[in-house]
């Protein structure tokens, strides 16, 4: 589902559209995936905006990517 985040910004060629409309329809775990995305991007932006601060964000940006990292070693066949 990695154009999952171009199809909830509408940013999708029809192509791609059309399979994930597909793939949506099939798999409930990436439905579900999408529903949670849409309603979490939903409350964003009906909330105010608010910034926050430097070393939050940054630290924020820090976990977000050690999660990401920690996913992608877990995905990795092992070698022998």
Same mark, same amino acid.
């Given at each position: 589902m990695?154009?999952? +985040? %171009?199809?909830?910004d509408d940013? =999708?060629? +029809?192509? $791609?559209r059309r399979?994930?409309?597909i793939h949506?329809a099939?798999?409930q775990?990436?439905r =579900?995936?999408? *529903?949670?995305? &849409?309603?979490?991007?939903? $409350?964003?932006? *009906?909330?105010?905006?608010f910034?926050?601060? %430097? &070393?939050?964000?940054?630290?924020l =940006?820090k976990? $977000?990517? +050690? #999660?990401? &990292? +920690? %996913?992608?070693? #877990?995905? &990795?066949?092992?070698?022998s």
């Amino acid at each position: 589902m990695a154009e999952l +985040a %171009g199809y909830l910004d509408d940013q =999708v060629v +029809a192509e $791609i559209r059309r399979e994930l409309e597909i793939h949506l329809a099939e798999c409930q775990t990436c439905r =579900v995936l999408y *529903d949670s995305s &849409r309603k979490t991007l939903q $409350i964003a932006t *009906d909330s105010r905006s608010f910034e926050l601060p %430097g &070393r939050v964000s940054q630290q924020l =940006v820090k976990k $977000i990517m +050690a #999660r990401v &990292r +920690a %996913g992608e070693k #877990r995905k &990795r066949p092992k070698r022998s």
